[in-house]
């Protein structure tokens, strides 16, 4: 043969080897790769892998694997149907997944990615589940999931749920549903991931005129694994809107704009520090407007190993199918192991803001907590934690709305048909607070700051005498002034 010849043909027929041998040999790296995934979901409390084929091929494999309830839930799942005289199949779902071997798996579909392998999901949905869906989305599918597998083993998920129309039994509402797509990417051994999910929102209309509109909404999250067990990292949701309008009852309109949430949990050195957000920009009802709303908490100093050491203990319970009764016991012990080393490292709880802007001005609390020098010996003396408890709490409302609704639950309260007999008497309560000292009135707004140190009280910057936590008596507290006293004056100026 022509040297000229058999110099491609040879070239060719190596390219081919090596393609094939290569197709092949990522073919076993992605075998291996989901029983690693499959052990992973067995570490969880709630879900466990009960069936698990993989059928090895050239250039294509495929796979069936069976995942089904498992621990707590699953015995709760159980006993609601027994109480109901029902059956209790297992709740299963078996996925089914075509995978394409790299180096370009793709091909074969016109795409030239590289990697492992590209996954196609098929989630096969129980009978009754399946006719259900059938019901809202007809012949499309209901779930639609697609995996690039990386070189190294990382994966990029697209997942993506179509939209419906759909009219509720007896014409009841029409409900208009945008659908939803995400990217979900994750590590290799599952230490980390990050995703996104996006939808332009929902439409319901009902038979009366009513309208519902939930604007664009977006779920994000971004987490990695710290303290060699825990998952931690950001998550949070936004929500451009919702409006509820009734053409026939247009004061009964809502309208309320910008929700948002998230939750942030941060190394810091050997400690975990959490915050929790979840705020509304405004609330329009009734021709007025509320808002900003804020509900901002965190949990700090919380010892990260010690922690973990708390979540795998719970995990474990979880992950038995036990009755309630037996778990609330298990928890109990297992807090006493874990939570006492986690308090003795100080984690501190604060209000860091609650608050609503309203028309006649913000209501807003702030409050901390935290047990200084705890070593364990105040579960057996309740009362020692009064002494090494650090807490405050600062309070600020529109005095207005302290009286309206103060005048409307005493009104209530007492039975007066005259709502002036019981505006004097919060009057009377008001000016005899602030007398006192337990209450500061500024510019429309009444504050009060209490502070909770070493076994003391401190309202305002004053102690508050406590003789009866040392068995003395209680201590006399000034009277209000009379109605027809001149009102105590600014007392924060």
Known sequence: MNKKVLFPVAGLAAAVVLYTGTSWWLGGKVEAQYEHYHAFLNKQAYLKVVKSEFHRGLFTSTSEWKVALSGTLAYSYRQALQTYGAD??????????????????????????????????????????????TSVFGDQAPLTIKTLVGWSGDGQMDISSPGFTKAIPNGEATIQWSGLKGKVNYAADYSNNKYEFLSEGLNATGKNGETLKVGKMTFTGDNHKAFEDLMIGKAGFEIAGINFANTKAPDQNVQIDKITYSADAKEAGEFLDVAVKLGVDKVSVKGKSYGPAHYDV???????????????????????????????GMMIGVLMQHGIPLLKQTPEFKIDRISLQLPEGEAKIEAHAKINGFDGSEIQQPMSLLQKLDAGVDVVFPEKIARDIAT???????GLDNPADASAMVDQQIEGLIAQGFALRKSGMLSTKAVWKAGKLFVNGKEIPLPMLMGGAAPSIPAAPAADEAPAEDAAQ
């Open 298 to 328: 965190s949990l700090n100093h919380l010892h990260g190993a010690t922690l973990a050491k708390l979540s795998n203990a719970l995990n474990e319970i979880q992950k038995q199918e036990i009755a309630p009764e037996q778990v609330q």
């Open 408 to 414: 409307k639950g005493i009104g209530a309260k007492m």
């Open 88 to 133: 209790a199949p297992p709740l299963e779902l078996t996925v089914r997944e075509t995978i394409h071997h790299g180096p370009f798996p793709g091909i074969s579909s016109g795409s030239f990615a590289t990697g492992r392998a590209i996954v196609d999901t098929e989630i096969v949905w129980p009978e009754q589940v399946k006719q259900a869906l």
